[in-house]
């Protein structure tokens, strides 16, 4: 060890924290001009991470389950009586879709439709919550030799939940539709108008840049739109609800504040990407 | 150099096993906030357990950085933010430069604020989290360049500084007993 005199020790003391702030905002330029070292530091760090969480998450479950098993006893007759009559409801509502179904099928039949590719999909457990004060997104386990890509898209059994945007050696980050970053082309889906749905990190994202005249209406539901390539046409997103203000926000179909498993589907789509991959070359829109 | 080495008198013979518990108890404080920020992320299921991880992290480095300063060097403090900006996903560097200037200020007030008895330590760690909420908050919309909402930000300030008697009593506890290097 080298000796030094105890004054410049000292000096070398109080010089450490202002040095080391200096390098504070030196890695957050280093961050803001290239972002990939972050990215990737942080997959490292989740793939680290995963096999923890994954051991965490059955006894963890097990707990909550008993919790909740303990509150749904006191309530079981209520919900019986109501599941009664939303499956009586429901059982109208089923013969009305197989009715429509098969008019549909004739339909198309006449009309010489080109079907829809039928999408690959893989399922997922969410292990974590990856999001942050000011960020919204769950982090998948999706095990050592997985084959999902950036920008695939998430659904759960309801809705949409976001998209793919960082992928690590065994897990992928997916950015909620709350997210403040998240931007998504959609269809109002009684008047056909054209909006986007845009994050704002609360629980319901907001609806924006609609056409003049076709205002949304309270209720109504929000579905994808083919433009831009990002999304294929009608996944379910959520419904339009007024706030007091009366903004219109859509109310997620999905149930995102308590996601345990998703599909993540391949569409084959080419058209924006993540938003952070912007400036990079693509990886795998090779035709 | 241990202090206890420094302070004449008699005490056992530094045999390994002696040494190595000398060296626990040293690497308690920052072992300890490290565990406890993975420990908030793990899935428990919670809502708004996003704001639990700058409320542990901020707890650790205020306590540590007033009662124990020697086992959090700055060093440490940032090696402990840059994990904070990892597993926050704040853009990195932000979780750094607020807890170094956490343990700065709380350096820089040791001397009054020890002496003084719980509440009033607990009051100025409420000014610590306000500030710091402040400032992740200003530098993460400065970098992302984007107005944020402020919601979040206040959320995190109130819930860290409601969090910190509950750890606090640990840390006190562990302070006199687990992480005291001269009941080594």
């Known amino acids: 060890m080298i000796r030094l005199s105890i004054q410049a020790r000292q000096a070398l003391a109080k010089l450490t924290l202002p040095v080391l702030i200096a390098a504070a905002f030196g890695i957050m330029l280093l961050g803001k001009a290239d972002t990939v070292i972050a990215e990737k530091a942080r997959m490292a760090l989740a793939d680290a991470m995963a096999p923890i969480y994954v051991a965490l998450a059955e006894p963890l479950a097990g707990v909550r389950d008993s919790i909740a098993d303990a509150t749904d006893l006191w309530q079981i007759r209520a919900d019986n009586a109501r599941l009664r009559e939303e499956n009586e409801r429901l059982r109208r509502w089923q013969s009305v879709a197989l009715a429509l179904d098969a008019e549909n099928q004739r339909l198309k039949a006449n009309l010489n439709w080109i079907p829809d590719p039928a999408p690959s999909y893989v399922t997922?457990?969410?292990?974590?919550?990856?999001?942050?004060?000011?960020?919204?997104?769950?982090?998948?386990?999706?095990?050592?030799?997985?084959?999902?890509?950036?920008?695939?898209?998430?659904?759960?059994?309801?809705?949409?939940?976001?998209?793919?945007?960082?992928?690590?050696?065994?897990?992928?980050?997916?950015?909620?539709?709350?997210?403040?970053?998240?931007?998504?082309?959609?269809?109002?889906?009684?008047?056909?108008?054209?909006?986007?749905?845009?994050?704002?990190?609360?629980?319901?994202?907001?609806?924006?840049?609609?056409?003049?005249?076709?205002?949304?209406?309270?209720?109504?539901?929000?579905?994808?739109?083919?433009?831009?390539?990002?999304?294929?046409a009608n996944l379910p997103i959520g419904i339009v609800h007024f706030t007091a203000a009366n903004v219109p926000e859509v109310v997620p179909a999905a149930m995102l504040n308590r996601l345990e498993v998703v599909r993540i589907f391949d569409y084959g789509l080419g058209g924006v990407v993540a938003p952070e991959a912007a400036s990079r070359p693509p990886e795998r829109w090779d035709h | 150099m241990a202090r206890s080495d420094q302070i004449p008198g008699i005490r056992p013979r530094a045999t390994l096993g002696r040494q190595l518990d000398i060296a626990a108890r040293h690497a308690f404080p920052a072992t300890c906030t490290i565990l406890l920020m993975l420990l908030t992320e793990t899935p428990l299921g919670i809502a708004d357990q996003y704001a639990l991880l700058p409320a542990v992290t901020l707890a650790c480095v205020y306590f540590w950085s007033l009662f124990r300063p020697a086992a959090m060097p700055p060093v440490v403090v940032f090696m402990i933010g840059l994990l904070f900006d990892l597993l926050g996903y704040l853009p990195i560097g932000v979780g750094v430069l607020t807890l170094l200037v956490v343990h700065g200020l709380a350096l820089r007030w040791r001397r009054v604020l020890t002496r003084q008895g719980f509440l009033p330590v607990w009051l100025a760690f409420a000014g610590f989290s306000a500030g710091a909420a402040v400032l992740c908050w200003i530098l993460t919309a400065a970098l992302t360049v984007r107005l944020l909402p402020a919601a979040p930000a206040l959320f995190q300030a109130v819930l860290t500084a409601a969090l910190y008697p509950a750890l606090a009593i640990l840390f006190i506890k562990a302070h006199r007993t687990v992480a005291d290097p001269e009941r080594a």
Do not use: C
């Open chain 1, 124 to 232: 997922a457990r969410v292990v974590a919550d990856a999001g942050g004060v000011y960020a919204k997104a769950v982090l998948l386990s999706v095990g050592p030799n997985h084959v999902i890509r950036k920008g695939e898209i998430a659904l759960d059994e309801r809705g949409l939940v976001g998209r793919v945007t960082e992928v690590g050696a065994r897990t992928a980050r997916v950015l909620l539709i709350t997210d403040l970053n998240s931007r998504i082309p959609v269809i109002l889906e009684n008047s056909r108008a054209h909006a986007i749905l845009v994050g704002t990190n609360g629980p319901r994202p907001r609806l924006m840049y609609w056409p003049e005249g076709t205002m949304p209406q309270e209720g109504e539901r929000v579905v994808t739109s083919a433009e831009a390539s990002a999304f294929p």
